[in-house]
């Protein structure tokens, strides 16, 4: 059958649905199914899927209805756009709602949410939103239920039913979360809208909110007020169940007993009449599969009529095909060739097979040997790591050395002029001059910086070229610092208090570009 001729009956299903005849609706969606299937037509397959599902969510067997739904899931996924996906995920999220499962219908609302988000489809976003936010509030996360709301109102300010969707169930919201002001005004504001039959659903669940929003503020009275207001009219069982629990729990807070077990009298029998609907509902259900089985007999037992007429073509096909053979029985020459040639193929193919195989093995071996050669890269540059800050501590040494020389002389000198008789002696004081010129530093600087460059390469020529403004002391005072030397050693090596040395650290850092002195030796290292 052509395509037109599948959705025709999907659309006559949908009809039928319409009509609450599920058992017509389900013959005429299975068998649009099975034409599908036959013509690997995906659209058509899972918009079959998709309303049979429907209908066993009608009949109130939510275990098939899901069974339906993810299969047409899965189709969408495999083989469809994702506004497909969309729907389906839609209802299954609303089957876990009905089941009671928060955690399972919230996934599956999200998973709608953020791919109507992805495909920029705004009204579906809006929808799902709407679903979140009543499914959060089931699970008492009101916060980021008012936040999908707040979504939704925005997206259907223009759209008066969606809006007063998402209005109703923001109401319940502030209710939960004891903002019953809020709650109580903004349901005043849509008590006016629920003028139709189209919305007494929404009229009912807006006077339990109202009543329950008194009931909370102590105001029995109103509360009992808007309750009854809520039974006015013609309910369904459901409904009537909700509303009678709401009024047994007034009661009971007033320690109303007798009127609180009356209203349970009714609510059980409210409760008795919905559970006879389910079970007349599974019973159809029930009745609707077993002639559904039936039909899917008949269309494998038509199945294997054409499989057996397939059978007797085939015996004619081989017939012919036998008489073939025996007239390219000529052919055979030919065809050994050929087969000669397949084996030849097939050699040479498991030859080239080996040598790539080899090739792969000489890859790895040369992997295995630059790894090899990469470690002892890094342990050669850390044993010369280990040998530049061995002669660096050498060099502290040696600095640190001549620092307390000097200070032993300068002392010496100090306490030699202190003596009358030592100024006046032309011999002694030819020796102070001596030991004074032990005290110049220059010679000792210029054996230092030799010794240092020996060992840190180009660092002070570095140190030069990119920072101008540093000086001699600077470089000095930088050299020390690259060393890993305290401040405490510096301050000695430059006879200088350990708090003069700190400040000197902070101006050198600064003319290098940094804004602390903490970051110096790190910046030293990254310059070498």
């Avoid at 008795?272 to 037992?301: A, D, H, P, T, W």
Wanted: aromatic letters at 10%; hydrophobic letters at 35%.
């Amino acid at each position: 059958m052509s395509q037109e001729s599948e959705r025709e009956l999907i659309e006559s299903g949908i009809e039928a649905m319409t009509q609450k005849d599920h058992e017509k609706s389900l013959e005429l969606l299975v068998r649009a199914k099975s034409l599908a299937l036959q013509n690997e037509n995906y659209e058509d397959l899972f918009l079959a899927l998709n309303n049979i599902g429907a209908n066993y969510y009608s009949m109130l067997d939510y275990g098939e209805a899901l069974s339906n739904y993810i299969e047409a899931y899965d189709i969408a996924i495999n083989h469809l756009q994702p506004t497909y996906e969309i729907s389906v995920l839609n209802n299954i999220a609303i089957l876990y709602s009905k089941e009671k499962n928060f955690d399972k219908a919230e996934e599956n609302f999200r998973k709608a949410y953020n791919t109507a988000n992805d495909n920029k489809e705004l009204i579906k976003k809006g929808l799902y939103a709407i679903n979140l936010g009543a499914v959060l509030n089931e699970k008492n996360d009101l916060t980021t239920a008012q936040e999908f709301l707040k979504e939704a109102i925005q997206i259907f300010e223009n759209d008066p039913k969606m809006l007063l969707e998402a209005n109703l169930i923001l109401s319940n919201n502030y209710m939960l979360g004891g903002r019953y002001k809020e709650s109580i005004k903004l349901s005043f504001q849509l008590e006016s809208q629920f003028f139709t039959e189209e919305y007494k659903e929404h009229k009912v669940s807006n006077y339990l909110i109202i009543s329950k929003s008194y009931q909370k503020q102590g105001d029995f009275k109103k509360a009992m007020f808007y309750a009854n207001k809520a039974l006015e009219g013609r309910l369904n069982i459901e409904n009537k169940i909700n509303v009678y629990e709401h009024l047994s729990d007034l009661h009971i807070e007033q320690s109303d007993f007798k009127s609180a077990l009356s209203i349970k009298d009714t609510l059980l029998i409210a409760q008795n009449r919905l559970n006879n609907i389910k079970n007349g509902r599974l019973f159809e259900s029930n009745k609707v599969k077993f002639e559904i089985q039936n039909y899917q007999k008949e269309l494998l037992y038509q199945q294997e009529k054409i499989k057996d007429q397939g059978k007797q073509f085939y015996i004619l096909l081989f017939a012919s095909f036998f008489i073939v053979v025996i007239i390219g029985w000529a052919l055979r020459n030919s065809f050994m060739k050929s087969r000669q040639k397949k084996i030849l193929h097939e050699k040479t193919e498991e030859l080239t097979n080996l040598e790539l195989d080899k090739e792969k093995t000489e890859k790895i071996l040369l992997e295995k040997q630059l790894k090899e050669k990469e470690t002892l890269s890094l342990l050669q540059q850390e044993k010369l790591k280990n040998e530049i800050d061995f002669k660096n501590r050498k060099l502290s040494s040696k600095a640190l050395y001549l620092s307390d020389r000097n200070n032993l002389i300068n002392n010496i000198i100090e306490d030699l002029d202190r003596i009358y008789h030592v100024r006046r002696d032309p011999e002694l004081k030819s020796h102070i001059q001596n030991l004074k010129g032990l005290l110049k530093t220059e010679n000792e600087w210029e054996s230092f910086i030799k010794h240092f460059e020996e060992v840190n390469h180009g660092f002070i020529n570095k140190l030069k070229t990119e920072y101008s403004l540093l000086n001699t002391n600077d470089i000095r005072f930088l050299s020390y610092i690259y060393m890993n030397l305290s401040v405490k050693e510096i301050s000695h090596i430059f006879n200088i208090t350990p708090e003069a040395c700190r400040k000197r650290k902070e101006r050198v850092s600064k003319k290098l570009g940094l804004h602390h002195g903490s970051q110096l030796y790190d910046h030293l290292y990254k310059i070498n």
